[in-house]
């Protein structure tokens, strides 16, 4: 039977660093609050000119390239974002015609932070029903867009001004202080390859999804339960702009990322200590710390890049992923889970043998 192994992974990494004291020019916080509440370090925003689809395009580029695959032999495409360019089309399309790919058929996927993994079982489900043979699953995110902050006041953050923000605008935009300083931009990608091979390639997903509590990490407004969709008022309200309940998030993820982790791992006779690799969603490092020692993993399993990039959404897991294959912690044959908890609410785990 034929199954679908990662082949190939690259990613590319906004260009606007933002340090965690350059944040505190935009908002009240300081680089301890944020390290002791998130893991976060710093972060890096798309400039004006970039959009998702080009942090995916240049992504998916180094991952054919990684895995040596011409873009002629690319089948099927897998974008999985919740901050795309446009509110349609999607993102599947423009990387298509931005990568030079055939008029091959193109998914887009909105599972926000666990969109990896609903893309990784959708592009391995399409391979074993013999419909596709290469896929190019991307995951990219632009969060810049979601910020309060003006494009002046960013400026200033940067050092490319010395006008700081108004009293009015400081505090508007410290009043989104506990999600803006979680967010980073970035895209990442990986080819999948349709194998016979028993010993390598995905083996397994567990997904859930449960809408009952949405509204505890949603977007209030710019959707089409308004009408219009959009309008200034919800702008002036902030409407735009993610709202999160912490606590109750980070109680459910921790609940759910530990108890999907363990049912795939029982379900395929595999003890944490058998697992090179351990890639959990990086939105907060308190949450992975708590994970990790609920499922008995050691330091060494548990890679993070929270400090550097923040919180990717659809990028985090394949951003990890080929941060370990390039500087050698990662390697054919290895035995890797991934675990991701997301808006909607959604939740899975994937066990993957590179």
Known sequence: MKRAVIVGS??????????????????????????????????????????????????????????????????????ATMTPDHYFPGCGTLLQQKLGLRSVPCFDIRQQCSGFLYGLELADAQIRAGMAETVLLVGAEAHVGFMPWTNANFDYARGLSNVPPTREEFEWNSRFRHLVVLFGDAGAAVVLRATEDGERGVIDHELHGAGADYEKLYVPGTGFKHRPYTDPEQFKRGEHIPV?????????????MVEVARSVLEKHGVAAADL?????????????????????????????NIHKYGNTTAATIPLLWDECVRDGRLKP??????????????????????
């Open 244 to 256: 999160m309940d912490g606590r109750y998030v980070f109680k459910m993820a921790t609940t759910r």
């Open 276 to 304: 090179k690799l351990a890639l959990l969603h990086q939105a907060n490092r308190r949450i992975n710390e708590y994970c990790a020692k609920a499922l008995g993993l050691r330091e060494e399993q548990v890679p993070y």
């Open 333 to 354: 044959g290895d035995l890797v889970l991934m675990v991701a908890f997301g808006a909607g609410m959604t939740w899975g785990a994937s066990l993957v043998r590179a």
């Open 10 to 79: 690259g990613s590319e990494i906004a260009p606007v660093r933002l340090s965690n004291e350059q944040m505190a020019r935009l908002v009240d916080t300081s680089d301890e609050w944020i390290r002791e509440r998130s893991g976060v370090e710093q972060r890096h925003f798309a400039s004006p000119e970039i959009a998702t689809s080009d942090l995916g395009t240049a992504a998916a580029a180094r991952a054919l390239e990684s895995a040596g695959v011409a873009k002629q032999a690319v089948d099927l495409v897998v974008f």
